[in-house]
């Protein structure tokens, strides 16, 4: 008989994300102003994030009790929160997420070469395309009307 402990697992591994006293690693992700560092283990992020099991081989820090440290400007703080509850818990929440959103936590899932993630999202977004299409039209819409809007037509010459 086989019995499936793993929701009791992920959530153990959530309790470690959220545990300020054991870390061993900080992340500082996003450009300023929109700059955050994260708690982390070197221990999980070296097995769930092929990325960063790179970056830390090449840094492997001498025993001298120095705390580790990388930056990911690519990502946003948003972005990376959901990212990292992905990497310890082994799920994601993407209720509370538009088609934009996604996107973006699918272009840092791609960077860190979170492969198992990135084929979810991408079947998700492939299966919801028509909806998520439209919404980043209408986004695009938006943005591009906004911008004209911007512009002076002072000086513009009709002929």
């Known amino acids: 008989m086989v019995e499936n402990f793993l929701p009791k697992l992920s959530q153990n591994l959530l309790d470690v994300l959220n545990d300020e006293e054991f870390y061993d690693i900080t992340i500082e992700v996003g450009k300023d102003p929109y700059v955050k560092i994260f708690r982390a283990h070197v221990v999980i992020l070296y ?5 960063l099991k790179r970056i830390l081989s090449t840094n492997k820090k001498e025993n001298d009790k120095t705390l580790a440290h990388i930056k990911l400007p690519n990502i ?5 929160q959901i990212i990292l509850r992905y990497i310890y818990g082994g799920n994601v929440s993407l209720e509370e997420c538009d088609a ?8 840092a899932a791609s960077e860190l070469s979170l492969h198992e993630l990135v084929t979810y999202l991408q079947s998700l977004l492939v299966e919801n395309k028509t909806k998520w299409i439209e919404e980043i039209l209408i986004l695009y819409i938006k943005q591009v009307l906004k911008t004209i809007l911007s512009w ?8």
């Open 76 to 80: 946003s703080p948003e972005i990376f």
């Open 152 to 159: 002076n037509f002072k000086n513009i010459v009709l002929i």
């Open 47 to 51: 097995y769930r994030s092929p990325y």
């Open 100 to 107: 934009l959103d996604i996107i973006k936590i699918l272009g």
